[in-house]
């Protein structure tokens, strides 16, 4: 065995940030920020605060500042020890044994690696049909398990004792330290499962080992969080409280951040960019951020399934407009799936129409869909929905008009909110769709991942391509990172000429945060603890 150094996980993408001088907001509401409270527009209702059953960025800022994985997240977004307090790992890169720290749950009940092992056996038990259980199949008989094939015998995880749990992987994988910082690696409190079952994570029962714990829920008001005087660093964490207001409505949002009842929106409308560098210069963040806006097409719909209409779709899609004119943030217009600067990915491969204008494209989807049958006098009706948001009304207008003028496509734009818009996307209710992919850990697997099929979860286009999975499967079994960066940009290629996702931009992150916030990095996986921030 050999031991295993901390070192900063390659971010990939330099962060930069806007933050213009100008004249501070009053802010009202000087006794709260006095004592400690801070408050987060956070952009949507969580369907659950248990993280097994969480499965969105509004859900895991909360779940995140409430657990401690075994590794976890610097104030700059690197991967630093967790619950973990060192590793070590197999000269063959399989197998991790991790020395726990002593710390507790937020009940005063220690926090043990048959806590960990117990989780990790929780999320992947078919009857829990944890949407997220995937994003563990690198561990050795995960995939097994989750999928029926084998008991939880099969799991290559063992508690050796209460401080030391050891982890045996399929394959290596250099991504896995970073992977167990993911919402899908924390630990749960076995003791209040075996107490509650699913009731656990209620108001008045639930507990946690992270920063901060849970003492109040009120759905579609606000959810507070308290810190928690048993977390291991509590003497380094300056907030008394966190609150958190789930509001879609950007536009909305922002004008409670102008009244000084929020100090942090994760979010805002492209279109008010322009008011706030010249209103509030101090408040805004822009990043860039390891994620992908695309449009997943189900592949079982009648139109969608004809290559040629997919193909014609993605290339009338005129991606400069939608990223210079419609969004204006700085967004990059997307030809790869995989973001640029991906771990040590290297240039992605990119579709293959990229060096065409937009007008020799526009011909040629008009002879694909001509070839499919179709022409402007009987083109077809496509259902686009998105979940509900400013900028995803605004791109999806944008595209219906670029297919309307272009192809002859009626599309009827259907919104919902984002709860509901992401269980249609799992349950394939939908035609095209909007979605949006933000890195669990840095590494192209972590894109890819979304089209294999036997990702039940997040391939909402149903795809299924035999070379494109064998290609997956073997970048997961390839220790040299050569070979298998090789073997995903062939899946990838795959991917961008059967496009079940087409690539629309790669997005950067967007928040207004106080002045009076301090502590905030901007960072590519924008990620921010709240252990770290204070109020000036």
Do not use: C
Request: hydrophobic share 40%.
């Amino acid at each position: 065995m050999k031991i295993k150094q901390f070192k900063q996980l390659k971010a990939g993408l330099l962060a930069v940030s806007i933050a213009l001088s100008g004249t501070l907001l009053t802010t009202p509401d000087n006794e709260a920020l006095a004592s400690g409270t801070l408050r987060i527009g956070n952009m949507g209702e969580p369907a659950s605060l248990d993280p097994h059953f969480i499965s969105g960025t509004w859900e895991s800022g909360i779940v995140g500042n409430m657990f401690l994985g075994l590794t976890t997240e610097a104030a700059d977004g690197t991967i630093i020890p967790g619950a973990a307090e060192s590793w070590t790992v197999s000269d063959d890169g399989l197998v991790y044994k991790f020395m726990l720290r002593d710390h507790t749950w937020s009940d005063g009940k220690p926090v043990t690696a048959q806590d960990f092992k117990m989780a990790l056996e929780r999320i992947l038990k078919p009857e829990t049909a944890a949407g997220y259980a995937s994003l563990l199949y690198t561990i050795k008989g995960a995939e097994e398990y989750n999928t029926g094939k084998a008991g939880p015998e099969a799991l290559a995880v063992k508690a050796i004792d209460d401080s030391t749990l050891e982890i045996t992987l399929s394959g290596p994988a250099p991504y896995f330290i970073a992977q167990l910082a993911h919402y899908t690696a924390y630990p749960v409190p076995s003791h209040k499962i075996e107490e509650l079952g699913k009731n656990w994570a209620k108001d008045s029962n639930m507990v946690s080992n992270g920063a901060f714990t849970l003492s109040e829920w009120t759905p579609n008001a606000q959810i507070r969080l308290k810190r928690n005087p048993q977390f291991y660093d509590a003497a380094n964490v300056s907030l008394d409280e966190l609150v958190y207001y789930p509001q879609e409505d950007r536009s909305a949002v922002l004008k409670r951040v102008r009244a000084g009842e929020i100090d942090i929106q994760t979010d805002f409308a492209s279109s008010d960019l322009k008011w706030l560098e010249k209103n509030m210069p101090d408040y805004v963040r822009i990043a860039p951020y390891l994620g992908v806006y695309y449009y997943p097409l189900n592949l079982d719909d009648d139109v969608l399934k004809d290559l040629r209409v997919r193909r014609a779709l993605a290339m009338t899609i005129d991606r400069k407009i939608l990223t210079e004119k419609v969004l204006r943030t700085g967004e990059v217009a997307a030809y790869s799936f995989v973001p640029p600067g991906t771990g040590d990915y290297g240039s992605s491969p990119e579709v293959s129409w990229k060096g065409m204008t937009q007008a020799e494209r526009v011909a040629e989807a008009q002879k694909l869909m001509k070839q499919a049958g179709f022409d402007k006098s009987n083109a077809p009706t496509i259902r686009l929905s998105y979940n509900t948001s400013e900028n995803h009304k605004k791109v999806a207008i944008a595209v219906a008009a670029m297919w309307k003028k272009a192809l002859g496509v009626k599309t009827e734009l259907f919104n919902t909110e984002v709860k509901v818009h992401y269980d249609n996307l799992k349950t394939r209710d939908f035609q095209a769709a909007r979605a949006g992919w933000i890195a669990d850990y840095n590494d192209p697997q972590n894109f890819l991942n979304l089209m294999e099929s036997r990702n039940t979860s997040q391939n909402y286009a149903n795809f299924n391509d035999n070379t494109f999975n064998d290609l997956m499967r073997k970048a997961e079994l390839e220790a040299d990172p050569v070979k298998r960066n090789d073997y995903m940009r062939q899946a990838e290629v795959i991917a961008l000429n059967e496009l079940p996702n087409i690539p629309i931009y790669h997005y950067v992150s967007k928040n207004l945060v106080s002045p009076k916030v301090d502590g905030w990095v901007d960072n590519a996986s924008d990620i921010h603890r709240a252990r770290y921030l204070s109020i000036k």
